[in-house]
T-cell receptor, first 111, second 112 residues
């Protein structure tokens, strides 16, 4: 069975600083990997996804993520954070038509 | 961009009562899902549905839960006799295939 670990429960970053959110997955085959963002009281919005090919994927809102098979990781990055990026971020692995989510990382942006 | 829509946005129900959560998936999608998120916890898979039958369900999805696609557009989740621990945000999602699942904004279910 697949699983996802997000080691950081909460990250605080200054506006304009870079952000990296960690994600490690466990799955026996090549996974489908996703990052979703959730603002308070809102649904899940897809930031980016990896299915195959180029291991560096670009997403919306200036986010990117890199798939590293050797490390079973799919870390999310943004070079310069905006106040509107404050939200909860979920990494997910997809297999057999279901998604398994990590526990999420809450990002706080300070001025 | 097409959206998954869920109604109601908030449902308050007495313990022991039946509740039906409604979803309208994206029209050309073939796969439908329900997930739930208990406050402060991770999003958990409940059930997937394809070709008018359940394709996979989690341990959470016991006999109290059922899903139905009563017509060509709606996808519902029914909880027969609600318990306090059913209080959560319930998300519906749909997809064309094994790729990107599109999520609705969720229904917050509060059991009193």
């Amino acid at each position: 069975a697949q699983s996802v670990t997000q080691p950081d429960i909460h990250i605080t970053v200054s506006e304009g600083a870079s952000l990296e959110l960690r994600c490690n997955y466990s799955y026996g085959a090549t996974p489908y990997l996703f990052w979703y963002v959730q603002s308070p009281g809102q649904g899940l919005q897809l930031l980016l996804k990896y299915f195959s090919g180029d291991t560096l994927v670009q997403g919306i809102k200036g986010f990117e993520a890199e798939f590293k098979r050797s490390q079973s990781s799919f870390n999310l990055r943004k070079p310069s954070v905006h106040w509107s990026d404050a939200a909860e971020y979920f990494c997910a692995v997809g297999a057999d038509y279901k998604l398994s989510f990590g526990a999420g990382t809450t990002v706080t942006v300070r001025a | 961009e097409p959206e998954v829509t869920q109604t109601p946005s908030h449902q308050v129900t007495q313990m022991g009562q039946e509740v039906i959560l409604r979803c309208v998936p994206i029209s050309n999608h073939l796969y439908f899902y329900w997930y739930r998120q208990i406050l402060g916890q991770k999003v958990e898979f409940l059930v997937s549905f394809y070709n008018n039958e359940i394709s996979e369900k989690s341990e959470i999805f016991d006999d109290q839960f059922s899903v139905e696609r009563p017509d060509g557009s709606n996808f519902t989740l029914k909880i027969r006799s609600t318990k306090l621990e059913d209080s959560a945000m319930y998300f519906c999602a749909s997809s064309e295939g094994a790729g990107h699942q599109h999520f609705g904004d969720g229904t917050r279910l509060s059991i009193l």
